[in-house]
C-alpha cells in the first residue's frame, strides 16, 4: 500500500475512516477470508510459490491485508483464524 493511500478516506454515512485506520482497527482481532484462483496468485502476491493453475484457493489476511494463510480448504483457512481467536469477515 501506497503512503497516499493509508491517507484515503472512507466515509460511511456520518462516520469517516482513512484506509490506515480500517486496518489497525481489526489488527490482532479480525481476518478476511477471500476466495481466489491459483492463476491470481502470482499477481496478487509476487512471492508466493508457483501452484497448478486453475484451483480454487482460499487467502486468509490479517486486517492490514498481510496473507496470514492460502489454501485449497475453507475450513482450513476458517480453522486457522479460530485457532488464533480471529473473527472472520468473507470478502468476495
Known amino acids: 500500500m501506497t503512503d497516499a493511500n493509508k491517507e484515503m478516506i472512507i466515509e460511511t454515512g456520518e462516520d ?3 484506509i490506515k485506520a480500517l486496518a489497525e482497527w ?3 482481532k479480525l481476518a478476511y477470508l477471500k476466495p481466489i484462483k491459483s492463476d491470481d496468485l502470482g499477481r ?3 512471492g508466493a510459490p508457483d501452484v497448478a493453475p486453475g484451483l480454487n484457493l ?3 489476511l490479517a486486517a492490514n491485508g498481510m496473507p ?3 489454501t485449497d480448504s ?3 483457512a476458517m480453522a486457522n483464524a479460530w485457532e488464533h481467536d480471529l473473527e ?3 470478502l468476495h
Open 68 to 70: 496470514i494463510m492460502i
Open 58 to 60: 482460499f487467502v486468509l
Open 16 to 18: 469517516t475512516l482513512s
Open 88 to 90: 472472520t469477515v468473507s
Open 74 to 76: 475453507r475450513d482450513t
Open 44 to 46: 496478487i502476491f509476487p
Open 26 to 28: 481489526g489488527e490482532g
